[in-house]
């Protein structure tokens, strides 16, 4: 049998669209999965595709059907099973062969596992996929990390199946070893941003203006066209529109206010702080799905805690828009800023404009806005800080007075709106050249004598501080 040039294992979700894309363009590959029957579905469902596919049972069977040098692509959850795998599979790879591992990875582990690998000879491969089911299927949008060495060797394959931009292939070598789970990982923790935001704009015209979900819809609907246009304002109006067929009620209203999560926002959060970066507004979307859990806790506090009346001046649509455009300014740019970090830290020669191009399409935090802000990280950033690029700073200088009006409104009516509002103080941080952490400096160095640095000379100093009584 004519051999494969790509194998796929895993059928779930993302694997088996993978593998269809792939045959789609004309690849031949190898499929196989831990529960066979998997790959029996996955024949099937290919159709005429199926002359592309080489099925396999085993794992044996699986590597032999492979043309060397191999490349595996696993499509499987990370962590263990991910460790299980290479564990399985590296006694029947050889050197020279590829293994990438596609599923959304903590990019620490991928940095261990390329270590490990290399001295076998192995290239491994962390590649962040995202788009979801119908990405993976028709194209996604890839980031990749791993060898340049590697990357030549799949570049060709990963161009063929990834979204387009224009004629734009979303796909690019964002870095060596974890740069591309660290870059996928940056890429959910705005997903959770923008998503919360999202979600804080429905609650204010919920809960504030009082509108049904379809009214809201509309609204959401009318924004998928303009400065907000998005998949996720997109997917936002759909679900919002549509209606339980049972109750006729919309579907949304029935579900539980309890947000999943499976780890990537939080590990952003983790890693911008390990860099000594603060996603505040990612943060506060992680924040925002915990307390989502509480939910025994937040209807004991709705008993206890008296909610002020909805305040008077609600703010117009316009508004409303504005602060969502100002909100996903900010959470980008806070999610660029841990990029940038990163790549310094770990070495990595990443190209952010780059970044922002593949995700203008086949992800899911395509919009209207990356192209914009891949323009401005191509030009001159100032301070490396990309709200402070000239074409970025003027679009926040129209939209945050909405986004200010807002969050005061939401605030005053007791609405809780903690995205918007950390990037709207991150935003106003910004713009103080004059802060208050020489306050901070002042008590450190009266309890612990930390020393400061003054303005109007140079050098390390103490204060002769007053000291407090506690008695
Ligand atoms: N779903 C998305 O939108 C999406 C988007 C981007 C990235 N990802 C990532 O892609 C990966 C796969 O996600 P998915 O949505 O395709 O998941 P899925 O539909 O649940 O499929 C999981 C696949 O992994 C296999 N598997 C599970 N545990 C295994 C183990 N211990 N050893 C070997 N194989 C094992 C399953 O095989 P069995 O049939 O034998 O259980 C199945 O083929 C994950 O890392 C996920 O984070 C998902
Ligand atoms: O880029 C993508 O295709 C998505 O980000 C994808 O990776 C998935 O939908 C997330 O894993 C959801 O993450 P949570 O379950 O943590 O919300």
Do not use: K, Q
């Given at each position: 049998m004519q051999p494969a040039r790509i194998g796929v294992y895993g059928l779930g979700t993302m694997g088996r669209a993978l593998a269809l894309n792939l045959a789609e363009n004309g690849v031949r590959v190898a499929i196989a999965n831990r529960e066979t029957d998997w790959v029996a579905d996955t024949m099937s469902e290919a159709?005429?595709?199926?002359?592309r596919l080489v099925p396999a049972e085993t794992l044996e069977g699986f590597v032999a059907?492979?043309?060397?040098?191999r490349m595996v692509l696993c499509m499987i959850p990370s962590g263990a099973p991910m460790d299980d795998m290479i564990a399985r599979l590296r006694p029947l790879l050889d050197r020279g062969d590829v293994l990438i591992d596609g599923g959304n990875a903590d990019f620490n582990d991928t940095r261990r596992r390329a270590a490990e690998l290399a001295p076998h000879g192995l290239d491994y491969v962390g590649m962040g996929v995202s788009g979801g089911a119908e990405g993976a299927r028709t194209g996604p949008s890839l980031m990749v990390g791993g060898s340049p060495e590697s990357w030549d060797r799949l570049r060709p394959i990963l161009t063929d199946i990834a979204a387009r931009f224009g004629a734009d292939?979303?796909?690019?070598?964002?870095?060596?070893?974890g740069a591309g789970h660290f870059v996928k990982t940056v890429h959910n923790g705005i997903e959770y941003a923008d998503m919360q935001m999202i979600a804080e704009i429905y609650g204010l015209l919920r809960d504030?203006?009082?509108?049904?979900a379809g009214r809201i819809a509309g609204l959401f609907g009318d924004w998928t066209?303009?400065?907000?246009?998005s998949f996720l304002v997109e997917t936002t109006a759909q679900v919002l529109g549509?209606?339980?067929?049972?109750?006729?009620?919309?579907?949304v209203d029935l579900i539980e206010d309890r947000a999943g999560q499976k780890g990537t926002g939080r590990w952003t959060v983790i890693e911008a702080l390990r860099l000594g970066q603060s996603a505040s507004a990612i943060e506060a979307a992680v924040g925002a799905r915990a307390w989502s859990a509480e939910i025994a806790a937040r209807h004991a506090g709705s008993a206890l805690f008296n909610a002020p009346p909805v305040a008077s001046d609600a703010p117009s649509q316009d508004a409303l828009a504005q602060a969502l455009l100002a909100g996903r300014i900010l959470s980008h740019a806070q999610g660029f800023a841990v990029l940038r970090a990163a790549a310094r830290e770990y070495g990595w020669d990443m190209d952010l404009s780059r970044i922002a191009e593949i995700w203008r399409?086949?992800?899911?935090?395509?919009?209207?806005l990356l192209d914009d802000l891949a323009s401005a990280l191509a030009g001159q950033v100032p301070h490396g800080v990309?709200?402070?690029?000239p074409d970025i700073a003027a679009r926040l200088a129209d939209a945050v007075p909405g986004l200010r009006r807002v969050v005061g409104w939401a605030v005053a009516s007791g609405l809780p709106v903690p995205a918007l509002s950390a990037a709207l103080a991150w935003h106003d941080s910004m713009g103080q050249?004059?802060?208050?952490?020489n306050l901070i400096q002042a008590q450190r160095d009266s309890f612990g004598a930390h020393g400061f640095r003054r303005i109007d000379r140079p050098g390390d100093h103490h204060g002769d501080w007053p000291r407090v009584d506690n008695a």
């Open positions: 159709g005429p595709l199926a002359d059907a492979l043309e060397p040098a292939p979303c796909v690019a070598h964002v870095g060596s070893d504030g203006a009082g509108w049904e066209r303009g400065p907000l246009a549509h209606v339980d067929a049972e109750t006729g009620r919309p579907l399409a086949g992800c899911i935090i395509r919009s209207a990309l709200i402070l690029s050249a004059r802060g208050t952490a």
